[in-house]
């Protein structure tokens, strides 16, 4: 893992820190968690060989499925590599220029998912810099307006868009009220 962007460990290690390792509250509808990497995310977005070894993304302990099994045996290393192409990679917060703000989009995105991470962003966008369309693409504009930004500022928006949203899911759905302090000390760190 040290041969990696220095970027993404440091973000990643924020990441650890919220999520700990393994985890499995049936609140949870994840399912088994470990180092944040759900058995549901595992399914829907590892169940491939994606590399060709002949095993299963995901299948971390290779007995040739994709179970809670596979989720407790998955090393910080493997779930550092997830990470990095499933999220980090694939939606480019490198390009995002302040280290702050990269690290808190990708740690919201891990937790409330990428589109409701960057629609979250955008609107923070909105308010402290220029109109944008809060579509929860992260394209050409909506990193453009973010690096232009007062970081500071974009990221204090980012943290009330967020609170807000968390305060909304629990008001919707009571069940999850037992999730609430940790994820208001997630957007706050």
């Not at 990441?15 to 609140?27: C, L, P, R, Y």
């Not at 993304?57 to 290393?77: K, L, Q, V």
């Not at 192409?85 to 690290?103: E, F, N, P, S």
């Not at 307006?145 to 629990?170: I, K, M, P, S, W």
């Amino acid at each position: 893992m040290t041969d990696l962007d220095p970027r993404f460990l440091s973000a990643v290690a924020v990441v650890f820190a919220h999520e700990g390792g393994w985890v499995h509250a049936a609140a949870d509808p994840g399912g088994p968690t470990n180092f944040g990497v759900s058995l549901r995310f595992a399914l829907a977005e590892l169940a491939k060989d994606g590399d060709g070894d002949g095993y299963l993304d995901g299948d971390f302990d290779h007995d040739g499925d994709i179970d809670a099994a596979d989720i407790r045996a998955m090393s910080i290393d493997d779930a550092a590599e997830v990470y990095r192409v499933h999220w980090w990679d694939r939606y480019g917060y490198a390009r995002l220029t302040d280290d702050a703000v990269a690290t808190k989009v990708f740690d919201l995105a891990v937790n409330m998912g990428s589109r409701q991470a960057h629609k979250l962003l955008q609107r923070a966008i909105a308010k402290v810099w220029c109109p944008l369309a809060c579509d929860g693409v992260l394209g050409v504009q909506s990193i453009q307006f973010a690096n232009q930004a007062n970081a500071g500022q974009l990221l204090a928006g980012l943290r009330d868009e967020a609170t807000t949203f968390y305060h909304d899911l629990v008001a919707a759905r009571p069940a999850l009220g037992k999730f609430l302090r940790g994820w208001l000390n997630r957007v706050n760190s």
